[in-house]
C-alpha cells in the first residue's frame, strides 16, 4: 500500500493589515510495524494574523487540528505503542514586539 500525503494552503487579506491562512493536510492510512492499519485523516488548521496594526507589533492566533479530528500515527520501533493518538484541537496565541 502507498502512502499518500497531500497538503494545500492559502493566505488572505480579510481587512487591511489583517490577514487569514488556511492549510489543509490529507494523510491515507499506513500499515504499522505490528501489522495493522493507522486510518487515514484530514485535519484543517486556521490563522488569523496582523503585521504593524500597531507599530513593531504583530498578532497572531492558530488553531490546530480545527475540527477536533481524531487519529492516530503508527508508532516506531522505540514506542510501546502500535498507534500513537495525536492532539485533537488546539490553539496558539503569538504576540511580538519590535523596537
Not at 493589515?17 to 504499522?32: E, I, M, N, P, Q
Request: aromatic share 14%.
Amino acid at each position: 500500500m502507498g502512502n499518500i500525503l497531500l497538503f494545500c494552503n492559502t493566505n488572505r487579506l480579510l481587512a487591511e493589515k489583517v490577514f487569514a491562512g488556511l492549510d489543509a493536510h490529507y494523510v491515507s492510512a499506513r500499515r504499522t510495524l505490528a501489522g495493522n492499519h493507522a486510518s487515514d485523516y484530514f485535519t484543517t488548521n486556521l490563522t488569523l494574523f496582523t503585521q504593524q496594526i500597531i507599530k513593531g507589533a504583530e498578532v497572531s492566533l492558530s488553531f490546530h487540528n480545527l475540527f477536533d479530528q481524531r487519529y492516530g500515527d503508527p508508532g516506531a520501533g522505540e514506542h510501546s505503542q502500535d498507534i500513537i493518538e495525536q492532539d485533537g484541537r488546539t490553539f496558539w496565541v503569538k504576540l511580538k514586539y519590535g523596537f
